[in-house]
């Protein structure tokens, strides 16, 4: 256990860590007291029938979320919905190699977690600590989708509706490949020590060819020829760089970072129907709006279409944005009108 | 000075080691005694007005060009044409950081060399060597299409024809960002010791990093989705990797391959235009056919088509290929029939 102020309130706002108790692990381990760092907006209705669910994205956390996406002007408003966003396990603010008590699982002992027990927490916490049963909606992006899919296919009778903003239900070999590399950039900077750093700052050149990845494959090569990173207020192609992308992740913990992106490595919805991705996502009775982003270099719009054909209520809705993945920073001044009409669009429908 | 086996002719077929003297480089430093590995097919004409030039691209050698792109068969017809490939320099066979006999350029202590430099030592070797002043055309794959568009540039009235395929006229951003992910793989390697090593070996965990990194940008999502390996012969993702992705890039010399990074990072050709694009293509004289590849991650047949726009005699086709850059190495049945293709029609153009 060491500190790191990144996963602080003061730095991701307000949130509650609320314990769920004895998480079992589906591959082996187990977190014996497993906290998820919760943050919440709205109501429950009488009912309980207002719920929607926003899981995080690798790296992310709820402050996005509340910065960007929820709010009076938004689909996501707090007057009509009760909104959970719940940090994933391993990304910093829940239970995460550099914060848990128990010293069994610290650091490099972590164990792994999948997309799926992420789901069996965040289906325990609704229902034991808020008595949520059924969701209005989740809305996933990224790998936010990914365990929003999982809650899809494993609970079929208690999602209505899914939007899935730059996330097919499916791990695609490309994915595979493209975690790896992104491991690879912090296992092997000699200050990780096989996770038994002192700081994260022992792993700062490793975070930062990290980064550097994402501005290759999370942006895309129109965005940055068109020097949309006038956008973010910077002044230059280095800036952008050194003032936007490196920062975003040297402040990370590289086993939290490590964990996450295992995590998504293996994500794989397949697993519960023999490796069969039209059985998993035939049996998905939500609706589902799979809403990829034309620019982005590892979700494309057209493996999710492919995918969409396979679900019995999804439609496929393509989001503009030469920013590609990052589009989900709310970095263009044309996104979020478009998340906000599908998903007011998808609330609407039954 | 060491030997490296891959860069024999054993391994790579033959070539005639020709020297164009001293090279003064456009950035400052000098090579004394410049050798050029070159591989030539057919016969130069009494008018001399039949030679096709062919650069290599990153990591490329003569090579492929001759399994692959020339024949009785293929437009690249040695019946019709002088075909002159030439390895470009620092890529292992021409004058490279580990085969130069001058210690004060061996291995890191290399000069930068620009895409402006080859096309220097191409001219001179042509000239001096071969007497011919001009192309019938230049066949340019990526970085070969670099060198190809600074020829054109340079020589307008030399020039007759280009084809560029997989390569705009200049570098993109995002160029730029992908070739320091490249040379970081290597550079951020201890056993890399600063290009001071031992052996290439020692560098192999940077290499495997490095050759990673080309299956997920150098490949598509799709190739990988759709299995395309199977057209290599292997059975799996996993032996794709290692068994033609990894050894394709351990075999090489390090600061070989950074040494072409570099070169490919920088190469822009408005430098002679004092950064203007549209006038340094304004200025093109041949007929070019701009050949991006549908599925290329980071050569977009959308920058090109913006580019193409900028030169006069210009024409923009687009190949078809799940394989994405790598489909150069024609590693699918039907990008073969495109190339030829479109070779001829711009070879029977005037």
Avoid at 189 to 197: L, Q
């Amino acid at each position: 256990m060491y500190t790191n102020d990144f996963y602080s309130p003061e730095v991701q706002g307000p949130y509650e860590k609320i314990g769920i108790g004895r998480l079992e692990l589906e591959n082996g381990g187990v977190i014996e007291n497993c906290e998820l760092a919760v943050a919440t907006r709205g109501t429950l209705n009488k009912k309980k029938d207002n719920a929607v669910l926003l899981p995080t994205w690798f790296t992310g956390t709820h402050k996005t979320w509340i910065e960007h996406y929820i709010g009076s002007g938004h689909t996501l408003d707090p007057e009509k919905y009760f909104i959970v966003i719940v940090n994933q396990i391993g990304n910093g603010l829940s239970t995460s190699p550099h914060n848990t008590g128990d010293p069994s699982i610290t650091g490099p002992k972590f164990p792994f977690v999948s997309t799926g027990d992420d789901v069996t927490a965040q289906e325990r916490l609704l229902r034991e600590h808020f008595g949520i049963t059924e969701l209005f909606a989740i809305v996933g992006i990224a790998m936010g989708g990914l365990q929003g899919y999982e809650w899809a296919v494993r609970y079929p009778q208690r999602v209505h509706r899914l939007a899935s903003i730059a996330a097919g239900p499916h791990n695609t070999p490309h994915d595979h490949l493209f975690t790896e590399v992104l491991i690879e950039q912090i296992t092997s900077d000699p200050g990780f020590s096989g996770g038994e750093y002192a700081s994260h700052e022992d792993v700062a050149e490793g975070l930062k060819r990290h980064a550097h990845i994402w501005a290759v494959l999370g942006l895309s090569t129109e965005w940055w020829r068109w020097e949309d990173w006038r956008d973010l207020g910077v002044n230059s192609r280095e800036e952008a760089v050194t003032e936007f992308l490196e920062p975003a992740f040297t402040a990370l913990d590289p086993n939290s970072v490590v964990t996450m992106a295992r995590k998504w490595q293996l994500s794989d919805v397949t697993r519960h129907t023999g490796g069969d991705l039209a059985a998993a996502l035939g049996g998905i009775t939500a609706r589902v709006f799979v809403l990829p982003i034309n620019f982005d270099m590892f979700v494309t719009p057209m493996d999710c279409a492919e995918e969409t054909k396979l679900i019995p209520r999804g439609q496929l809705h393509v989001i503009r944005d030469e920013a590609g993945h990052f589009a989900l920073y709310n970095i263009s001044r044309t996104y979020m009108e478009q998340i906000d009409r599908n998903l007011r669009e998808l609330f609407a429908s039954r």
